[in-house]
């Protein structure tokens, strides 16, 4: 198993010596129970990142580290993009936290028309901050350091012009009568997917994505739930683009 990761918000150490604090370093000391010689990874979530070996700690909240020089991965290419319709109750939750795992770039939550759950006012930022501190978890849970950086709610118009701009775009819906498998996709650049809600993407909605260049295409012969179609989604565009070769 690789090393777990921790996030910091910077990377100021004494020399070699750094020490992880806070909640991160609680977790790391009180619930990991890291040990004199394990190694861990501490980043930044956005690519930078540092391979240490603990070398003690310091009560039961100071994990204390031996840093190696901070490198950065590289962005990954192409770009892949998740367009997330709000699903009910906790699955978008779960949707961001397999998505994150799988390796998508960025998730857009997508107010589409047929959308039971509605983000407004105070319960649509506490919404958001479940969105984030999910994709935040799930990174580290996946051993990421560049964490996918889960946007403002979007409008139907607004997901049209992401679409317009996208190397490739493409709606899951069933009146695709071509398979994902199948798609001719970029190299690089980006590609942005379209995830509809329990109530499906509109006809409305289908002709804008349309003329701002997106397809419809299909997985399969089965249907999906909302909140597991953009992971089996991305997995698939993951294999072909060789991002998982």
Do not use: N
Request: net charge negative.
């Amino acid at each position: 198993m690789t090393a777990p990761v921790f996030v910091v918000e910077h990377f100021e150490p004494d020399g070699d010596r750094y020490v992880l604090e806070g909640a991160e370093g609680r977790h790391a000391v009180s619930v990991k129970r890291l040990r004199p010689g394990e190694e861990v990874v501490l980043t930044d979530g956005a690519g930078r990142y540092a391979v240490c070996e603990v070398t003690g700690t310091e009560g039961k909240d100071r994990l204390v580290v031996r840093m190696d020089p901070v490198t950065e991965e590289p962005a990954p290419s192409p770009r892949i993009t998740v367009v997330q319709a709000l699903p009910k109750g906790d699955r978008g939750e779960v949707a961001v936290e397999t998505m994150t795992e799988v390796g998508v770039d960025a998730i857009v939550p997508w107010q589409a028309s047929r959308c039971i759950t509605q983000w407004k006012g105070d319960r649509g930022l506490k919404a958001l901050g479940k969105w984030r501190a999910t994709a935040r978890e799930a990174g580290k849970q996946s051993r990421r350091v560049r964490f996918p950086e889960v946007a403002d709610a979007a409008t139907t118009k607004q997901v049209a012009a992401l679409l317009a701009r996208a190397d490739f775009a493409a709606v899951l819906h069933e009146s695709g009568t071509e398979r994902l498998a199948t798609a001719q996709l970029p190299t690089e650049g980006e590609i942005v997917l379209v995830v509809g809600p329990e109530g499906g993407v509109s006809a409305e909605e289908l002709e804008l994505f349309a003329q701002a260049g997106a397809r419809p295409y299909v997985l399969g012969p089965t249907v999906l739930r909302t909140s597991t179609a953009g992971t089996a989604a991305a997995a698939l565009l993951l294999g072909r683009t060789g991002r998982w070769s």
